[in-house]
């Protein structure tokens, strides 16, 4: 495949139009720099991992028992005094929810006292088919007969994600894709705060497994125009820039761009969601004014996590 092509294919679309945990990168500290965790901070760090499995797998009994019998539950919505009501509201939202999948990453575990601490963190559920959710959380823990339990917990939703970008979130993770001469790989995070989802990828060779394109994505909202936008930077120098709209079942993506010769692509996409699956197809791509061949459906797959 020559680069001309190559770079083509990128500014059209690279392959991989948009992707969402969410999560916003969190620096760690090292473990060379990192304290050892004391035996009360093991034991918190345990009835979390708890607090975690139980709500996942739906154990409400399991879930309560991990609250004080004057626990306190607040969120956006509502406020639960008691674990009498704690039990009762969540065997009612256990009752009604999707199978799901839980994590929480503890970011500050506090000791206030000898009995008493505070842990903060995030909490997030992905239910098949559905991006996942993430809130805050900031928890008061009181020791109890040696155990510690929930006395306090408040829990908010984290800052909005950009208006426009929430139908793309669920793209958020690795993707991949083959053809009958390249493979191409991409993954995509959310920046700082969510405002901008940002991907790389990268066009391999199936001959001889060279990359021969490679490049960054970043997609954002545009609020002076109200609409979805995206910008590619080919590693070799080509940019391009796409407009998205969403007509009801796919997004179709309008890019114009240049290639590191200075020739100007452009070409219309289109992309429609699936189960962990999308079809992306490429068609009135022009090279300097001249038409292009379209580019057929591709289907993109989600990763492997064993990839």
């Not at 500290?29 to 009360?40: G, L, R």
């Not at 879930?63 to 626990?71: M, N, P, W």
């Not at 969403?246 to 189960?275: H, R, Y």
Request: proline share 3%; net charge negative.
């Amino acid at each position: 495949m020559n680069k001309t092509w190559c770079m083509s294919l990128l500014t059209a679309s690279c392959l991989l139009l948009a992707s969402s945990w969410v999560l916003t990168a969190q620096e760690s500290t090292s473990k060379k720099d990192a304290k050892p965790a004391s035996p009360d901070e093991m034991a918190i760090g345990a009835a979390a991992a708890a607090f975690t499995a139980a709500f996942e797998k739906g154990d409400v009994k399991a879930f309560s028992s991990l609250f004080t019998e004057q626990a306190e539950y607040v969120d956006e919505n509502m406020t639960l005094n008691g674990r009498a009501e704690i039990e009762k509201g969540y065997a009612e939202f256990f009752a009604k929810r999707k199978a799901i999948k839980a994590e929480g990453t503890s970011n500050l575990v506090k000791l206030i006292g000898s009995d008493t601490a505070i842990e903060d963190g995030t909490f997030t559920v992905k239910a098949e088919g559905e991006a996942p959710v993430s809130t805050r959380y900031s928890t008061l823990y009181v020791r109890e007969k040696g155990k510690w339990l929930i006395a306090l917990l408040k829990e908010w939703r984290e800052a909005p994600t950009a208006k426009g970008l929430e139908d793309l979130a669920w793209l958020v993770g690795a993707w991949e894709a083959d053809g009958k001469e390249n493979s191409v790989r991409t993954s995509y995070e959310w920046t700082p705060n969510h405002g901008f989802l940002k991907s790389h990828f990268t066009i391999e060779s199936k001959a001889d497994k060279k990359t021969v394109a490679s490049g960054t994505e970043v997609i954002g909202y545009d609020p002076t125009s109200d609409t979805v936008r995206s910008w590619i930077f080919g590693d070799e120098g080509g940019f391009s820039e796409g407009v998205w709209t969403w007509d009801g079942n796919q997004w179709i993506s309008e890019t114009a761009g240049f290639l590191p010769s200075g020739q100007q692509v452009t070409a219309s996409n289109f992309m429609t969601p699936g189960k962990d699956s999308f079809t992306w197809r490429s068609v009135e791509r022009t090279l300097d004014g001249a038409a292009q061949p379209d580019i057929p459906q591709v289907t993109v797959k989600r990763a492997s996590k064993a990839k």
